[in-house]
C-alpha cells in the first residue's frame, strides 16, 4: 500500500454509547480495500466517559491506533463540579488539542501520510486536524457526522464564537468538506458561498452488515405469548431525543384501553438518563409496558435490534439537518420503524423516499397517539411495512467508503506533491 491516511477521531474503540464511532471504524476497516493504509489519532481512554474493553476486539489487527494525551475537563479538572468554561472551549476535550499535534508530530515523521481527515461532533479534532494541515502541508477533509454552529447551539455564547471560528477555518483551508445529510449540505452551501460547491460532498451513515449476526431472529423463532416489543437503542436527550409526549401518549392509550399490561413492551436501551425518565415512567403507571435497560456490547445491541418486533426512532425538529446514524442499522435489521421525528426533516425524508411513513412529530402527543394505534394494530396483523433489503443496501458503510476512497484520491491528486517529510 503506497496512500495513507491520517484520520483524528475523538470517539473510537473502546469508547461506549456513541454511535458516531461506527463511522470512523467503517472507514478505517474498508478503506484497506481500496489501497488506502490508515492510522488513527484518538484519546487515551481516560477521556471517555463510558468504555468497554470488549470493544477493542472491533479494530482490525492492520489499523494502528495512536492515542493522545487527553482529559475531560468536567471529570478530571471540575473543583466540586465547577470548572472555569475557559476549560471547555471548544469542547471539555480541549486538553487533546497540544497532546493530539505532539502526536501527530511523531506521526507524520515516521509515517509520511497523504492526507489529513478529522471527524466532528467533537470540535477539537478538527483543531487537531487544521493544526496539522498547518504544520505539514498536508491536505485537510473535514468531515461532519452533524452541523457545527446552529442557531442556540452551542447555548453558551463563547464556545458558539469558537464553533463559528473554527467552522470559518475548514473553510478556508479544507481541500474537501464531507457532510453526511443534504440537509446539512445546504447549509453550508448558503453559509459558505466562496467555498466552491463541488468541494462539499455527502456521504451519509450508514450498517456495517459484518458486524450484524449471519442469521437474524425471524417470527418463527420468537417465544410464543410474550408481548410485542418495540426497541429505543440508545441514548435519550432532554432536547434532542425527549420521550415525555410518547411517554403521556402511552399512559393515555393504556388508560383509554388501547394499551394493555402485558400485551406490548416499550424498551429503552442504554438511554443513558434513567434517572431522569424512572420518575416520569412510574408516575404515568407505565412501569408493566416502558423498560429503561443497561446498556450491551455492540454486536449485542444490533442482535437486539433483530429479535424485536420494531424500532422507534426519536429526533427533535431541532436536528432536522440531520439523520440519526442509528437509522441505518434499524433498516438494515428489517423490521417495521415507528419515527417520531418532524415531517419537514432530513430524516423523515429519507423514510418517505424508502416507503416507510410511519412518522410523528416527537413533541405531539395526539399525533403520536394516532399513530401508534395504526402501527400497533399494523403490528398485532403482522402487516406492518418493513423496506425491503435492495433499497437498504445503498447504505452499506462499505460501499459508502469506496466514495471516501475515490475523494481521498481526487485530493492527493490535485496535490501533487510528496507525501509529508519527504
Given at each position: 500500500m503506497h496512500?495513507?491516511?491520517?484520520?483524528?477521531?475523538?470517539?473510537?474503540?473502546?469508547?461506549?454509547?456513541?454511535?458516531?464511532?461506527?463511522?470512523?471504524?467503517?472507514?478505517?476497516?474498508?478503506?484497506?480495500?481500496?489501497?488506502?493504509?490508515?492510522?488513527?489519532?484518538?484519546?487515551?481512554?481516560?477521556?471517555?466517559?463510558?468504555?468497554?474493553?470488549?470493544?477493542?476486539?472491533?479494530?482490525?489487527?492492520?489499523?494502528?491506533?495512536?492515542?493522545?494525551?487527553?482529559?475531560?475537563?468536567?471529570?478530571?479538572?471540575?473543583?466540586?463540579?465547577?470548572?472555569?468554561?475557559?476549560?471547555?472551549?471548544?469542547?471539555?476535550?480541549?486538553?487533546?488539542?497540544?497532546?493530539?499535534?505532539?502526536?501527530?508530530?511523531?506521526?507524520v515523521q515516521r509515517w509520511r501520510p497523504h492526507v489529513v481527515l478529522s471527524t466532528y461532533p467533537i470540535a477539537s479534532a478538527h483543531c487537531i486536524g487544521y493544526g496539522i494541515h498547518r504544520m505539514f502541508g498536508l491536505p485537510w477533509i473535514a468531515d461532519f457526522r452533524d452541523p457545527m454552529a446552529q442557531e442556540g447551539y452551542p447555548p453558551e455564547p463563547l464556545i458558539h464564537r469558537a464553533y463559528q471560528s473554527i467552522e470559518r477555518r475548514v473553510f478556508s483551508h479544507a481541500a474537501r468538506v464531507v457532510v453526511t445529510t443534504s440537509g446539512t449540505e445546504q447549509l453550508y452551501v448558503s453559509r459558505f458561498p466562496s467555498y466552491p460547491r463541488t468541494a462539499i460532498r455527502v456521504i451519509a451513515n450508514g450498517f456495517d452488515e459484518e458486524m450484524f449476526p449471519s442469521r437474524p431472529v425471524s417470527?418463527?423463532?420468537?417465544?410464543?405469548?410474550?408481548?410485542?416489543?418495540?426497541?429505543?437503542?440508545?441514548?435519550?436527550?432532554?432536547?434532542?431525543?425527549?420521550?415525555?409526549?410518547?411517554?403521556?401518549?402511552?399512559?393515555?392509550?393504556?388508560?383509554?384501553?388501547?394499551?394493555?399490561?402485558?400485551?406490548?413492551?416499550?424498551?429503552?436501551?442504554?438511554?443513558?438518563?434513567?434517572?431522569?425518565?424512572?420518575?416520569?415512567?412510574?408516575?404515568?403507571g407505565l412501569t408493566a409496558c416502558v423498560q429503561l435497560l443497561p446498556p450491551i456490547p455492540y454486536r449485542e445491541a444490533l442482535e437486539e435490534m433483530q429479535a424485536v418486533d420494531a424500532l422507534l426512532l426519536m429526533q427533535a425538529s431541532n436536528c432536522n439537518q440531520q439523520i440519526p446514524a442509528k437509522l441505518y442499522e434499524y433498516l438494515y435489521a428489517q423490521r417495521p420503524i415507528l419515527a417520531l421525528t418532524d415531517p419537514a426533516g432530513d430524516t423523515a425524508a429519507l423514510l418517505r423516499q424508502l416507503g416507510a411513513g410511519n412518522v410523528a412529530p416527537l413533541d405531539d402527543k395526539q399525533a403520536i397517539k394516532a399513530l401508534l394505534r395504526e402501527f400497533l394494530r399494523e403490528l398485532r396483523q403482522d402487516g406492518a411495512f418493513v423496506v425491503p433489503r435492495a433499497r437498504v443496501q445503498q447504505f452499506s458503510r462499505r460501499d459508502l467508503t469506496r466514495s471516501l476512497a475515490a475523494l481521498l484520491d481526487e485530493v492527493v491528486s490535485e496535490a501533487a506533491v510528496q507525501p509529508a517529510g519527504a
Open positions: 496512500k495513507r491516511l491520517l484520520l483524528v477521531a475523538y470517539h473510537f474503540p473502546p469508547v461506549q454509547g456513541s454511535t458516531g464511532v461506527t463511522r470512523t471504524l467503517a472507514f478505517a476497516k474498508y478503506l484497506r480495500e481500496s489501497d488506502w493504509e490508515v492510522t488513527i489519532l484518538t484519546v487515551h481512554p481516560r477521556a471517555y466517559a463510558s468504555e468497554r474493553a470488549e470493544n477493542l476486539a472491533l479494530v482490525p489487527d492492520y489499523v494502528h491506533v495512536e492515542r493522545a494525551w487527553a482529559l475531560d475537563a468536567r471529570r478530571h479538572l471540575a473543583i466540586r463540579e465547577r470548572y472555569p468554561l475557559l476549560l471547555a472551549v471548544p469542547d471539555r476535550w480541549q486538553s487533546w488539542i497540544a497532546g493530539g499535534l505532539w502526536r501527530a508530530r511523531k506521526i417470527r418463527q423463532d420468537r417465544e410464543p405469548g410474550r408481548p410485542l416489543r418495540i426497541l429505543h437503542s440508545g441514548l435519550l436527550y432532554s432536547d434532542e431525543r425527549n420521550p415525555e409526549a410518547l411517554f403521556a401518549a402511552l399512559a393515555e392509550l393504556r388508560t383509554e384501553g388501547n394499551l394493555v399490561d402485558g400485551e406490548v413492551e416499550f424498551r429503552f436501551r442504554a438511554s443513558g438518563n434513567e434517572e431522569q425518565y424512572a420518575p416520569v415512567v412510574r408516575s404515568l
